[in-house]
């Protein structure tokens, strides 16, 4: 049933995600460095929890990367329960008030070591058992939301103005951590305070249940569409045998990768390798976030223009050169020049916002209108399938850039020189300095995958695809 009937109930809808949105952000963007802070220099007591590393950093990055694999990989099995899940109370809502509870507990208990001591393994254990159940239930909670797109919208216009105005929220909540979080942590308010302050916001995944049309009083009770449904192996068989949807999941899971090793590495990029403290961080990541509205409304014309594929090859082309701002405003390269290097990283910013605006819409839009066009040519309803397999990939591809390859490569470290003087207890970040090149040529490689995406995900684009 068409549940976004008005207007105002498209904006309040896509604001649902908002709160576990900044909460996730939080973790990928700070927790790491928070946890063991080796990348860092500037404002370390403050953005870490405690100034020295509180896991064992050998296991940690090893069970972070088995974190985000297993965030990937339970999409698939509550991704079948959500689209398949009938009750008197409709199937989205229950779905979303299972994951509620847990979802929270643990995330405020991954912020709570259980010890105050160097290179925990309990902490480490502890941590990672945390985030496990956080992924879990934060996947029930999303997956049920994004599965919902298909059906709660009308059109394939609304969906993508709900997805636009889910960008807004997201744009918003990166703001808010990324340009905000510098400015009191520049205060001296530890990261962990911030977290626990922000902790309420979680309720805002609890929208749904005001707004969602479903249950017996609207005919979507334990009986609805008992044709629709789709048993788990087959709703995975279905999604990854559509060529069409195929052909979209490489370029994202590419784009996916440059962006959360970005937004993972972001904090030791502007505090160790350019050296700058956290009001400048704030500074930079405003240019980054705060034109992402404008930057999305030029993608949207573009993708009218020109069509979706064309535009996404665009935001991964200037996401590519943007990201290299960050060695080439480095302290390696301007040493003396503090003004140097922070007008070169806004200049990366600036033009970095352009792809982010893109990375953040674009998932929402591609699933739902597959699933949606599938829907309507067959009567099989899985949509939260779809967006599974991508969180899947995109799971993978986090596991990969944030987990193994940063946790690894932010330890490398090499004596301070400049001028040729050694300056004495203070290292260049050289694994943390290579994050940039890995970005760019993982976007290339996004770049050249696009060409097997069509121009746009029309019902005859989707018929063909789920023909062969």
């Known amino acids: 049933m068409n549940s976004l009937d008005k207007k105002w109930k498209e904006f309040l809808y896509a604001a649902c995600g908002f709160g576990p949105n900044i909460l996730m952000v939080f973790l990928g963007a700070y927790f790491t460095d928070a946890m063991n802070p080796a990348g860092l220099n500037a404002n370390i007591d403050t953005w870490s929890l405690t100034g020295f590393s509180l896991i064992a950093p050998s296991l940690f990055g090893g069970l972070w990367m088995l974190s985000k694999v297993f965030d990937g990989i339970v999409d698939i099995p509550l991704a079948t329960f959500t689209d398949n899940l009938r009750t008197r109370w409709g199937r989205r809502r229950p779905a979303l008030l299972i994951a509620f509870v847990p979802m929270t507990a643990s995330y405020l208990l991954a912020w709570s070591p259980l010890q105050w001591k160097e ?16 992924f879990a239930s934060y996947t029930l909670s999303l997956i049920t939301f994004y599965g919902s797109l298909s059906s709660v919208c009308r059109d394939e216009a609304q969906r993508i ?25 520049g205060m001296g308010v530890n990261i962990r305070t911030l977290v626990l302050f922000a902790a ?19 005919g979507e009770g334990r009986d609805y569409l008992p044709e629709a449904r789709v048993g788990l192996a087959e709703s995975f068989r279905l999604t990854i045998r559509n060529k069409i949807f195929l052909s979209w999941i490489i370029p994202n899971a590419c784009a996916y990768f440059g962006l959360q090793m970005f937004l993972t590495s972001q904090n030791a ?7 700058l403290s956290a009001s400048y961080a704030a500074i930079l990541n405003t240019c980054a976030f705060a034109p992402v509205p404008l930057m999305l409304f030029l993608y949207y014309r573009l993708i009218r223009k020109k069509g979706i594929r064309f535009a996404y090859q665009i935001c991964l082309l200037t996401f590519a050169v943007a990201i290299l701002n960050f060695c080439i405003g480095s302290e390696y390269l301007f040493p003396d020049s503090e003004t140097a290097r922070i007008v070169i990283g806004c200049i990366g910013s600036v033009i970095g916002s352009f792809g982010i605006g893109a990375f953040f819409s674009t998932p929402y839009m591609v699933p739902s209108q597959i699933a949606a066009m599938e829907f309507k040519i067959t009567g099989k309803d899985h949509t939260a399938m779809y967006f599974a397999v991508q969180s899947l990939s995109t799971s993978i591809a986090a596991a990969i850039s944030g987990g193994l390859v940063y946790e690894y490569i932010k330890n490398i470290q090499t004596p301070k020189v400049i001028n040729g003087v050694a300056i004495a207890g203070e290292y260049w970040k050289v694994g943390v300095s290579l994050v940039p090149a890995i970005v760019s040529a993982t976007c290339l490689i996004g770049f050249f995958a696009c060409f097997r995406m069509p121009k746009e995900y029309s019902e005859e684009a989707v018929r063909k695809a789920i023909s062969k």
Do not use: H, Q
């Open 119 to 134: 290179n925990s393994v309990l902490n480490t254990v502890w941590i990672t058992a945390m985030l496990f159940l956080f």
């Open 161 to 185: 103005r709900v997805g636009s105005f889910k960008s807004f929220f997201d744009t918003i909540g990166y703001c808010i951590v990324y340009a905000l979080v510098p400015v009191f942590i």
């Open 200 to 218: 309420p916001l979680m309720l805002t995944i609890l929208i749904p249940l005001f707004i969602i049309k479903e249950g017996e009083k609207y």
């Open 269 to 275: 990029l502007i505090s160790g390798v350019m050296n």
